[in-house]
Every structure is written in C-alpha cells, then in structure tokens.
C-alpha cells in the first residue's frame, strides 16, 4: 500500500513538540512502512566510540525506539537505536555554542548569514582543492518518469575513475509518492555501488503556482506548514529506507530570512547552487551544480550532457571530478 500524505499526517500529529534527547551510532534498520510512529525534531549530544554525535530526530518503528544523529566532522546522517549511549539533554542553542568549532555549526551560521535573499540562500558554492563540482540531481514533483540518462552516463563516464558516482538529490515526498519504480531503480544503483547518494530534503509538496508572485509562492505560500514539509518529507524517506543528510533545498531557490531561520531550527543546511544549467548558469571550479531529474528540464539534461562530453578527456585524467556535497562542505568549513 502505498503511503499517502494522511499517513504522515498521523504519525507528526501524535507529537510536534521539540524534545532533547541523545542518540548514538547505527546502521539503517529495515523499516515496516506503516510502522514509524512519534517522528520529532530533537536534539542532544553524547559519545559513541570517542566520537561526539550530535541528535536531531527521535521517533519509534515497530514499538522500538531510534535516534538520527549527525557526525559534526564529517556531516554524516546515521540511525541508532535507543538504549546503546548515555543521554545529555542540550538546546539548539546550546548545540550551536557546545559544537562552534564543528563543520556542521560552522556551515548552519554561513547559511544563516546568506539568508537576506528572495532566491538562492544557503550554501551556494563548494571549495574543493581540485578541479571538478558538485552535482546536485532535483526530484520535484512530477507526471514524467525519472531522467535515467542523467545517472547512466554519470556512471558511464565516471566509472574508471570515481565508483561510486556521489550525487546530492534533492527528494520531494510527492517524488516518491508517484515514482516508486524509479525509486527501486536508484536503490539498485546505489546498492550496486555505482552510485552513492547524498538524500536532501526538498520538502514534501513543493508548492508552486506560476501566477502568484515568489514573495508569497513556494514555501511562502501563507499557511504553509513548514513541520509537515520538513519532517513528512524525512518520514516518507525512511518508509522507502532512505536516509535524510543534514541538507535542505528551498522548493524553486526561494526563501526570505524567516523560513530560513526557521529551516536552521530543525538542525538543517539549507542549499542553493551558483551554477543552474536550465538557466544558463555557466560552471564554474567549485560550483554547485543543479539539474532535475524529474523529466522537466530537457536544457538542463542537455547542457550537463553536453558538459560530460567536454570534459571528457579531463574526467579520465582524474582532473576534472565530481565532489560528495558532505566532503565539500566539510573541506571548507573544517577547522
């Protein structure tokens, strides 16, 4: 049975406060698809093999209880059952303070800082020490099946020199509601180790109405319910056992200083991109680059395609390469 907006609807409705608690390390469990219960933003810290996790999700499965920690270092998002680490109770505020020198803080407060803008806040350009950009595939809504030539040429020309092929994609819960064949076929690839997924959070509906100005479209939308957006989205990845990073993409880039402080209360990154190839975006060393997959953005396909074509003799030399958004991330704001 397929999971439906009502289904996540009940499962945030039993709890929408904020509780801090401590997770710590684990693998991803499987999941019973109805089975996820009590899903809420939560936060805290503790040590798991001398590593400092910090929590941001709590929420039960099959009456047991998990955790989703993130390694601050490495920008790592991880499950971890309840009951295997010591709790300590902290704040986001205390966790901005107690974590300052981190990769992941460092990163939230450099978000926070671009969020005056109508379009493109967040995190817009990675600073890899080599030549090359991260690639970040968006999965909005769509009638039109997955663009799979995007993934098969990825890994095509990437094979002999990056396997797994690292992508940042941006994941809507209406995405994954209509496409679950595609969904089974990136899973595949993923674990076939072609491909290695970086899963943003890019909102569940991705409210858009072309006649109603960006100042009150897409999450500006008024009444928009920014917790069903945000957690109804990391819900419905765990039901089709996908797990969240720490990423946030802004339905069509837009945003204003509100919604993005809002977003950084839930512990995420919010992501834009410096290099929009349907836009005519050129790229650049370092670039974040967007494209969709979602069968809507037949420029974009092309320009990327025809990007791999030209920097193929680069590609095979090792000097032109594709960056995990983690890495990227993590290289530039490391201490």
């Not at 601050?72 to 059952?81: A, F, K, W």
């Not at 094979?159 to 990136?186: N, Y």
Request: glycine share 6%.
């Amino acid at each position: 049975m397929p999971i439906t907006p009502h289904h996540i609807h009940a499962i945030l409705k039993r709890s929408l406060s904020i509780i801090f608690l401590v997770v710590m390390w684990g693998n991803l469990p499987l999941f019973a698809q109805n089975d996820i219960s009590d899903y809420k933003v939560c936060f805290g810290s503790g040590d798991y093999k001398s590593k400092s996790i910090v929590v941001i999700r709590k929420y039960e499965n099959a009456g047991k209880q998990f955790y989703i920690g993130v390694d601050p270092d490495s920008l790592q998002t991880m499950i971890i059952p309840a009951g295997q680490m010591a709790v300590k109770p902290l704040s986001w505020q205390e966790i901005l303070v107690d974590f300052k020198n981190t990769a992941y803080i460092k990163a939230i407060q450099a978000a926070d800082r671009q969020s005056f803008s109508l379009q493109n806040s967040g995190i817009t350009h990675g600073f890899p020490g080599e030549k090359g950009v991260t690639l970040t595939i968006d999965l909005c809504p769509s009638k039109k099946p997955l663009d799979r030539i995007i993934f098969t040429l990825l890994i095509a020309e990437f094979q002999k020199t990056e396997k797994p092929v690292p992508l940042g994609t941006s994941i809507t819960g209406r995405f994954m509601l209509t496409h679950s064949k595609d969904l089974a076929w990136l899973k595949g690839l993923i674990d076939s180790s072609e491909i290695a997924v970086t899963w943003i959070n890019h909102t569940y509906n991705h409210h858009y109405n072309p006649k109603v100005p960006l100042k009150d479209n897409f999450l500006l939308e008024p009444k928009t319910d920014l917790n069903f957006e945000i957690l109804g989205t990391e819900i419905a990845m765990l039901q089709h056992g996908l797990l969240s990073s720490v990423f946030f993409r802004f339905p069509g880039l837009v945003s204003d200083s509100s919604v993005v402080d809002s977003v950084l209360q839930y512990g995420l990154i919010p992501i834009g991109c410096d290099a929009w190839l349907a836009k005519g975006q050129s790229i650049h060393e370092g670039s974040i680059v967007l494209i969709h997959g979602n069968g809507n953005d037949p420029i974009g396909v092309k320009d990327f395609i025809k990007l791999l074509q030209t920097e193929k003799s680069s590609v095979m030399k090792k000097e032109w390469l594709l960056y995990d958004l983690r890495e990227t991330i993590e290289d530039e704001f490391h201490q």
